[in-house]
């Protein structure tokens, strides 16, 4: 949890509640902060909240022996606290972590599997535990084209109103751009399990699901230090870098789709890994104007594009090296001359936006290094459609930029594979998709949650836990616990600093009357 903002020394309400908290006995604290739904948060749900199937339990501790042993405490708490929800107990827990530089984090779905992952944690065991780094930066990583698959999200939407809100806000707006509703298409409510993988449903699905899990992300403090897309990806990342707004990031995506899918199919495209200079000189070996080099997504990995035949042929010639090349699942030869037909009306279209130059650091594709006034340019939108991906290059710009951890914001794990061996020798970086393909979705959100936290990075717990309604519980073993009541005292301060003057004067006629029952 971050600290509670500073008062505002005119706000003599406020700071007088302030003084009166910090004054407060141990018990009269923690008494007050298991009452803080009645009288500082007092909420009128119309619908039964959301359930999630799984809850989190955050460790902190100053060294690694004290981290075990706060493992076995919780161990013990969980025994005593048989008949009490999990999540009430993991929130209780999270409310008075103190984020100390030892940490571990487990999660599941009742007492028996957290207190299982918790003796791991207690022996010295557990692949969640780390010493956090002195200092985190993030880069979320939007993943391409091929990353979708049906039903991605689903789990999501169900269990997260964050996530959930996004894509129906997303789905009004692309009402009149889509033949079918997107939710349908995403998670497979059609019938046809193809449509999905149709070049003018995949785009605009991918980057709603991106920016809807981008805006999860946010909701629990993970906000992006840069951000990094590949293809398709690169206009859910300028969004969040604040090219375009979320609705002309939408409508432009739908639109590009549409374009693409129009153009006549029986293009090509394959993934090769083998070195730049066998990929050329195949290229220059079957001499075809329209063959092009699509990606270059690491040393030894590059993407070719074009007529089937040519890359039929080209593939032929690059495994005379033994080099392996794998044909892609596409509609269309992407980022390469047979593009050529759509960008001028393309190119028309994104002149009627209101761009922007992106207001935290955007890696480019075209050029895989920062991103400048020109994306706030049709040009640039038109050349990214056309030129090849320089997803290497800009894996290489974010360690530049000194990012430390990688997140993929996508519906699979397929950028931090290919940035782990864009740079191999760096056992340091953190790389974390949200989701992994045919996984479970809600156990992939929480181990990227879980690594995020042990990796340092600062998550606002309260929000994580705050729609399932969840409650705090007396431990009355660890009542005069000093971190306890730290954390006690600045909940307190950040839940009254957001009520209204009104309610402030009644709270603290409460605490100086001693009324709290």
Known sequence: MRPAPPADPNDSGFSAL???????????????????????LTRAHSTP????????????????DDLNAQAKRRRQ??????????????????????????????WGKDHAELDAKLQEIEQGQGSTRRQVLTETKTALLFSGQGAQRNGMGRALYEQHPVFRRALERHAKILADELAHPLLDLMFGQLGDEELINQTAYTQPALVSFELAISELWSSWGIRPDAVLGHSVGEIAAACVAGVLCEEQALRLIAARGRMMQALPAGGAMAA????????????QAVNDSRLAVAG????????????????DAASAEIKKSRARVVALRVSH???????????EAFGEYVATLNLSPPKLTLISNLTGTAAGDEVARAEYWVEHVRKPVRFAQGISALLEHGISDLLEVGPTQTLVGMGKKCVSDRSDLGWIPSLRKGKDESDELFAAIGEL??????????????PYSPQLLAWSTEVADADWQRAAEQRLLKLARSLPPAKIEPLLEALEQDSLR
């Open 18 to 40: 302030q003084r009166r908290i910090a004054q407060l006995a141990p018990t009269t604290k923690q008494q007050l902060l298991r009452q803080f739904d009645a009288l500082l």
């Open 333 to 343: 030869a992407f980022h390469s001359p047979l593009m050529e037909p759509m960008l």
């Open 49 to 64: 909240p959301p359930t999630r199937t799984l809850q989190l339990l955050c460790l902190a501790a100053a060294s690694d």
């Open 272 to 283: 090769v890994i083998a070195d730049e200079s066998t990929v050329i000189a195949a290229l």
């Open 296 to 311: 270059y997504n690491g040393p030894r990995s590059l993407v070719i594009s074009g007529p089937r035949s040519a890359v």
């Open 77 to 106: 708490t969980l025994s005593k606290l048989a008949d009490q929800r999990v999540l009430d107990i993991c929130y209780t827990n999270n409310a008075s972590c103190n984020f100390g530089p030892h940490r571990a984090a487990v």
């Open 453 to 466: 936290f042990v990796r340092g990075h600062a998550l606002d717990l309260e929000v994580f836990d705050q």
